[in-house]
C-alpha cells in the first residue's frame, strides 16, 4: 500500500508541474491562430522557425498569382496547366450557356462584342431556349451583363473538392465571369492556410471561400437540390472514385462535373483487378488503352449516377500526357436512366492480332405507342477463337460505347478560344487537340494504329494517308484520333481491315518461310483477300487539322516532367528522398556502359564450350578461355559460345556463374 501511494505522489506532482510549465510558456508568448504572420514569416504554430528551403516562392499562372511552397507540402504541377486552361475555357462557355438562358450575356476580357446563339445542351432547357428566342426587350430596356471579377447573384455556384494552393480556384474567379462564388476546399491544414493568403493576395476573397473538410463529407452536405453546385471539379492525386458516389449526388441539375484521373497505368490495363475494384470495369492492354480510359471512367459516372436516377451525358473527354479529363452534364430521369445498359459494352479483342469486337450490355427497340422497350442483348460476337489468326479473345468492360464529345459544345470552345489565342497560354494545343476532336467519328468507339497492323503481318508500314486512303476509296469513314498519333478510327470492320493489310503485304512482301505456322501472320496472310485495296492517295485523306500542321502535343517543358510525388507534410525531405529513389532507379534494366579491353578480359576468365567438344574453329581469336580446364573450374563455371558466333548473345552483368551456365 506504500507503495502505491508514493506512486499516485509522484503521478499527481509530475502532472502539476506539467500544467504550471505550460501555464507559464503560454503566458509568455502571444497567442497566434494558424496563418498568421507567424506562419507567413516561415515559423510554425509552436515558435520554431522553418527551415529556409520552406519558403514560398511566387508563381504565375494565366492571371493568378501565388505563393508557392518551395517544399514538397501541398501538391502543385505546373505540367497541368493546359489541364486549367482547358477547363476555364469549358466553364465560360458552360456559364454562357447557363446564363444566357435567363437572359444574361457574359463579358469575357479580350473577346469581342458579338451576339451568340444560345445552343442549350439538354433537352430539358429546349423549351426555355424557344421561349427566350422568341422574347423581344421592352424598349429603354437593356441586356443584364455578367463580368470577370464580380458577384453574379444567377450566377455559377463553383467548388474544387481538392484545392491544395487554389491556383484553380483563383484563376476561375479572376479568369471566368458569371459566378456567384467558389469553394476552394482542401482537407490540408497547411493547404488552406495557403489559399487564404493567396486568396489575399489575388484580391478575390469576396469570391473563393477557402474550406477545410473532407471533400466527400462536404458533397454529402450539399445533397439538397437548393444546396447544389452548377460546377464540381475534382482533380486529385491519383484516382478519383473515392469522389464520384458523393460527386453525381452534390451536382445541380444539368450541372457540370469535372473529373481528371492520373492513374492511367491502372486503367491502361496494368492491374485488370484494381481498375475493377476503382471503376467497376476490367481493363486490358491494348493499342486503344487511353481511348479505353475514357471510357471506363464515363462507364463509372454513368453507373454510380444511376443509384440516384440520375444520368451523365459527356460534353468532352480528352486523353492528354499522362491523364485523362472528362467533362460531363449530369440530369435526373428514371426514363433516361433505363437506357444506360444499352450505352454500355463488353469489349472481345484478340490477343494474337488485336481485332475487336463491341457486345452490349442491352439493346433498345420500338413498341407500339412509341415506346422503347428495353431487352437483354444477345451474344457473343465472337467465336471461341479469332476468325482471321485463330488465338483466343480477351474480355475487358463494361466500358460506355456512346459518344464521348457534345460536338456543338465543342465548337462552340474551339471558336472562343480561337477568337482570343492570348487568352491563355496553351491556346495553341487547346485549338489543336480541340480541331482533332472535332473531326473524330463520334460513333466508332475504339481504334487501331498503324504500328499494329503492320507489325502484326511483319511487313512495311504504310504511309497514314495510304492507309486512309484505301479504306476511303472501299466506302468507309475514318477520322484520326486526339488521344493517339498513329491511329485509325474507322467503321470498317475487321475483315476488311485485314483484306487492305494483305493487299498491302501483295505489294510488299514478307518473307513466308520464316513465319511459324501458329503465328497470326501466317495465318491471317495464308487467305486470299476478298477485296482488292487502293492505296491511291485522296485529297480527302488528309484531314484540315493535319494540313494545318495544328499542335496537340507538347514539348517537354522541364526536366523530369511528368507526375508529380505525393504532397507529404514537411515535404522537402520526402521530396529529397525521392529525387535519390529516382536517381537510385534510372536505367536499372540497361547493362553498364564497359571499356572494350574489360570486357576482353572478363570474358577471357571463362572457358569455351566448343572448345571442351573440340568444335571451336576461333582459335586464339575465340573470347573465351582455351586453356585446360580442371574438373573444379568446369563445375563452376561451364564454357559457352562466342558472342560473334550465330544465334549467340553476350552474357549480360549479374549472371549467378557467369556466361557459359549450361
Partial sequence: ??????????????????????????????????????????????GEERPPEAQETMVTEGTAKIAFPSANEVFYNPVQEFNRDLTCAV???????QLGAKGIQIKVPGEKDMQKVVVDLSEQEEDKAELKEGAKLAPGDHPRTAAVGEICEEGLRI??????????????????????CVVANDASARAVDLMHRNVQLNDVAHLVQPSQADARMLMYQHQRVSDRFDVIDLDPYGSPAPFLDSAVQAVSEGGLLCVTCTDMAVLAGNSGETCYSKYGAMAVKSRACHEMALRIVLHSLDLRANCYQRFVVP??????????????????????VKASAS???????????????????????GAPGGRVKFSAACGPPVG???EHCGQRHQLSGPLWAEPIHDLDFVGRVLAAVSASPGRFRTSERIRGVLSVITEELPDVPLYYTLDQLSSTIHCNTPSLLQLRSALLHAGFRVSLSHACKNAVKTDAPSSAIWDIMRCWEKENPVKRERLSETSP????????PRLQANFTIRDDANPSSRQRGLRRFQANPEANWGPRPRARPGGKAAGKAMEERRKLFQNKRKELAEDPDQRAARLKTFPCKRFREGTCERGDQCCYSHSTLTPKATAEAAPTDCPQTPNQSPPGPGAAAGPGVD
Fill in 343 to 365: 450505352k454500355q459494352a463488353l469489349v472481345f479483342q484478340c490477343v494474337g492480332c488485336g481485332a475487336f469486337h463491341l457486345q452490349h450490355l442491352s439493346k433498345a427497340s
Fill in 159 to 180: 467548388l474544387e473538392g481538392l484545392a491544395a494552393s487554389g491556383l484553380r480556384s483563383i484563376r476561375f474567379a479572376r479568369e471566368v465571369p458569371g459566378l456567384r
Fill in 91 to 97: 466553364i465560360t462557355e458552360f456559364a454562357r450557356i
Fill in 384 to 386: 471461341p477463337e479469332c
Fill in 315 to 336: 460534353v468532352l473527354s480528352v486523353s492528354a500526357d499522362f491523364y485523362v479529363r472528362v467533362f460531363v452534364r449530369v440530369f435526373t430521369g428514371q426514363a433516361k
Fill in 1 to 46: 500500500m506504500s507503495r502505491t501511494r508514493i506512486v499516485l505522489w509522484l503521478s499527481l506532482t509530475l502532472r502539476s508541474a506539467r500544467i504550471l510549465c505550460r501555464a507559464q510558456f503560454m503566458d509568455g508568448q502571444p497567442q497566434t491562430p494558424p496563418g498568421s504572420a507567424a506562419m507567413e514569416n516561415g515559423t510554425g504554430p509552436c
Fill in 521 to 528: 501472320a501466317f495465318r491471317i496472310l495464308g487467305v486470299e
